[in-house]
């Protein structure tokens, strides 16, 4: 049987921690979402744009060696030494122009993190129940015995225990998947769950960007950070309809030259005095916040 030219992955909604014997939960690997194909043509390494990496990842040319008809669902991760996932190493790979594949491989090797197994010998398991797909799984990792391919190891159960260990080592979050959920692709459903530990800070909004369609696009920020005010990036995710209406209200009457600290452009400057609330994952190397989402404004007795 021929296998499909591309699935799309399964999609998980946002969930908070907890615990439950009918979940698996492991942690969130910080990485680029792949799956890998293995038939007579060989492999095939699709993203989430249906591009093939499997040029760009050599090091995983191993897995053409997988018995023919195997589809894997995983994770790309370059490792630290630490055992902690490295992002903005796997962003380097990812980005590596193909002259600079084999010093970026040896620069940044990575590992295939999988957790998913969709076919195997050319039969489809998307219905089975996941909880049989991962015995399928973990007998194929044990089988091939590479440190390049790994299986995201969880727990049953003890989720609340499992995030605050991610919470404590700084990692991504968890996953919670439910051990009787069949495999949906390109579903966004309640069986799968992204449980992430995410920091909260007040910002200043330095300016903003408009979009042509909705108006208010996004809010310039900055906080402080080791007693100094910076810039840390833009934030547009979780503005809804009635903040963007405030928001330009407020800041369209604020209109200025310059902003008040240096900030990468174009946008509509506007002097100090409105604040907001940002969620964030962490504070990246180039100083801006990871995944930032606006939480409201702070009002003027703080809240």
């Known amino acids: 049987m021929a296998l499909p030219q591309h699935i799309e992955p399964m999609l998980a909604r946002i969930g908070q921690p907890f615990d439950s014997a009918e979940h698996l939960f492991e942690l969130k690997w910080d990485g ?27 090091e995983l040319q191993f897995l053409a060696r997988l ?57 489809a398991l998307l219905e089975l129940a996941l909880r049989e797909r991962r015995a399928r799984l973990e007998r194929l990792v044990a089988a091939v015995a590479s440190p390049r391919l790994m299986l995201s190891e969880g727990v049953v159960g003890d989720g609340l225990l499992l995030f605050e260990a991610a919470r404590q080592r700084e990692l991504e979050g968890v996953m919670a998947k ?46 402080d950070f080791d007693g100094e005010l910076v810039a840390v990036g833009r934030v547009g995710s979780g ?47 180039s100083g801006n916040l990871r995944a930032p989402v606006f939480r409201g404004l702070v009002e003027e007795d703080g809240r």
Request: with cysteine; proline share 7%.
């Open 67 to 123: 018995p023919h008809g195997t589809v894997l669902d995983g994770e790309l991760v370059v490792l630290r030494d630490d055992g902690r996932p490295d992002f903005p190493a796997i962003l380097s790979r990812e980005n590596a122009s193909p002259r600079g594949v084999a010093a970026a491989q040896q620069k940044h090797p990575v590992v295939f993190v999988v957790f998913d197994l969709l076919y195997e010998a050319g039969a």
């Open 32 to 58: 680029v979402r792949a799956i890998a194909y293995v038939d007579q043509a060989g492999l095939r390494l699709h993203g989430r744009r249906r591009r093939d990496l499997a040029a760009r990842y050599p």
């Open 178 to 223: 439910r051990l009787d959920a069949p495999y949906r692709p390109g579903e966004r459903g309640d069986a799968w769950q992204k449980i992430k530990p995410v920091k909260t800070v007040h910002c200043l909004v330095l300016g903003y960007e408009l979009d042509a369609e909705r108006g208010l696009r996004s809010l310039v920020i900055a906080t």
């Open 239 to 285: 503005i809804g309809e009635a903040d963007r209406r405030r928001l330009l209200s407020l800041l369209s009457a604020r209109h200025a030259d310059a902003p008040l600290v240096a900030a990468a452009g174009p946008a509509q400057w506007v002097t100090p005095g409105v604040f907001c609330v940002v969620s964030y994952l962490e504070r990246v190397a």
